[in-house]
């Protein structure tokens, strides 16, 4: 139902914009979810990192605010999550969500 893409291998400071397609569902049904974009690095567990509702209100972790921005599009079924500024250890494989959905996840590598 979600494909995720956009990742890639970006140096510290760097930027990298990550894409959340829903291709298979029916407008209605998306622009009515909250998204969510989620990370999980080696060895640890999946964490939030950003969220936008259905209402266009958005809401970060501690961590990424100020870098991350999660937006939407619902006329393309897409959301995406622009990330700047960089750091290594934002290096994780990030995952979309919507409700019991989840994208296959896109690995971002952060080098120093």
């Known amino acids: 139902q979600l494909q995720a893409s956009g990742g890639g291998l970006a140096q510290a400071g760097g930027s990298l914009r990550l894409s959340c397609k829903a291709p298979?569902?029916?407008?209605?049904?998306?622009?009515?979810?909250?998204m969510a974009w989620y990370r999980q690095a080696p060895g640890m567990q999946r964490e939030l990192v950003a969220l936008?509702?259905?209402?266009?209100?958005?809401s970060y972790t501690d961590s990424v605010k100020g870098r991350f921005t999660i937006s939407r599009d619902n006329s393309k079924k897409t959301v995406y999550l622009q990330m700047n500024n960089l750091k290594p250890e934002d290096t994780a494989v990030y995952y979309c969500?919507?409700?019991?959905?989840w994208g296959q996840g896109t690995l971002v590598t952060v080098s120093s």
């Open positions: 298979r569902m029916i407008f209605s049904t998306f622009s009515g979810k909250d």
């Open positions: 969500n919507a409700d019991a959905y």
């Open positions: 936008i509702s259905n209402a266009h209100i958005t």
